[in-house]
């Protein structure tokens, strides 16, 4: 029995649908400029959380869109696999 606080704001990967705690996933917001990997989870706009690249790339076609609210381009989703790749290579 873990006793979670409830401010522990646990987010589920849109891919897999796996729980973890906002620090724990790769966050993609969706901003006026369009969509980008959010590194420090802090940026304003539309979210949505991934666990891993792997899964980013299995929800960049569907359901990312969906997500976020807006059609994902490729152009924008390539961009954006590069930067978690960069991301989880330099933790
Ligand atoms: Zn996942």
Not at 8 to 14: G, H, K, T, V
Not at 23 to 44: H, M, P, Y
Not at 78 to 91: E, G, P, S
């Amino acid at each position: 029995m873990t006793n979670t606080p409830t401010h522990n704001r646990e987010r589920s990967c849109i891919a897999c649908g796996a729980k973890a705690s906002k620090a724990d996933l790769l966050r993609i917001v969706r901003t006026a400029e369009g969509i980008s990997f959010d590194a420090s989870g802090k940026l304003a706009g539309r979210g949505a959380y991934v666990c891993s690249p792997e899964c980013f790339d299995k929800a960049r076609t569907g359901r990312l869109s969906h997500a976020l609210k807006t059609k994902v381009s490729n152009e924008e989703a390539q961009v954006v696999a590069q930067a978690l790749q960069a991301h989880i290579q330099r933790a």
